[in-house]
Nanobody, 124 residues
Framework: QLQVTDSGGGSVNVGGSLRLSCSASGVINRMAWFRQSPGNEREAVAAIYPKVGSTFYADSVKGRFIAGHDVTKNMGYLQMENLQPEDTALYYC????????????????????WGQGTQVTVSS
């Protein structure tokens, strides 16, 4: 059974760091991170194609977040640096198993399996 599990959230002060992890069973085409805060729509944060290492980022996190993937462990991560209050949200990992390449890597429709979400809170 295909399954995606995300973890690693927590509470940090402004300027702090966190590393989120995502475990995805099976062979994935790509993995992405999305986030959603109360009253706001879900937004893309980052995506990675594990087999080639290509990464994509939302403008709001470029230079601060790094998406990676350990193929041997089938484990993805999102390293978040210099966190700001506006980064506070529920973060979701998502996996594309069906190669839905008609959708870009930062589009929710590209992904068919989602984690349960992990909360990130940044306090000033």
């Amino acid at each position: 059974q295909l399954q995606v599990t995300d973890s690693g959230g927590g509470s940090v002060n402004v300027g702090g760091s966190l590393r989120l992890s995502c475990s995805a069973s099976g062979v994935i085409n790509r993995m992405a991170w999305f986030r959603q805060s109360p009253g706001n729509e879900r937004e893309a944060v980052a995506a990675i194609y594990p087999k080639v290492g290509s990464t994509f980022y939302a403008d709001s996190v470029k230079g601060r977040f790094i998406a990676g993937h350990d193929v041997t462990k089938n484990m993805g991560y999102l390293q978040m640096e210099n966190l700001q209050p506006e980064d506070t949200a529920l973060y979701y990992c998502a996996a594309d198993y069906q190669m839905k390449n008609a959708y870009g890597p930062l589009k929710p429709a590209a992904y068919d399996y989602w984690g349960q979400g992990t909360q990130v809170t940044v306090s000033s």
